[in-house]
């Protein structure tokens, strides 16, 4: 059974950083693509950035540009989301996500079609 765990949401003011966890199990790491996804309120569910779990290779999204950075460790299973210089903007739920044939997703750029499995979501709010 594929399992998503994120960790490491909160509270943080405008500029500040947080760094989310995704701890995966219940499948073969190096098959799949692993990606965050974020949705805010009233709004739908967008794509932030993904990791191949093969090769490392990455995307990101217009969202994820600039002030993310995703990275894996792929002996512990778990990728993570560097997110610095936050703006109250980023205030959403945030949701790790497994997609298989995980070159393919990183070439099609993981669109939320192709999500196999989702974590539980966490919290992410940052203040102005």
């Known amino acids: 059974e594929v399992q998503l765990v994120e960790s490491g949401g909160g509270l943080v003011q405008a500029g500040g950083s947080l760094r989310l966890s995704c701890a995966a199990s219940?499948?073969?790491?190096?098959?799949?693509?692993i990606g965050w996804f974020r949705q805010a309120p009233g709004k739908e569910r967008e794509g932030v950035s993904c990791?191949?779990?093969?090769?490392?290779?990455?995307y990101y999204s217009d969202s994820g540009n600039g002030r993310f950075t995703i990275s894996s460790d792929s002996a512990k299973n778990t990728v993570f989301l560097q997110m610095s210089s936050l703006k109250p903007e980023d205030t959403a739920v945030y949701y790790c996500?497994?997609?298989?044939?995980?070159?393919?997703?990183?070439?099609?750029?993981?669109?939320?079609?192709?999500?196999?499995?989702w974590g539980q979501g966490i919290q992410v709010t940052v203040s102005s």
């Open positions: 990791i191949s779990g093969a090769d490392g290779r990455t």
């Open positions: 219940g499948f073969k790491f190096d098959d799949y693509a």
């Open positions: 996500a497994a997609m298989n044939r995980g070159r393919l997703a990183l070439i099609l750029e993981c669109p939320i079609s192709i999500v196999g499995a």
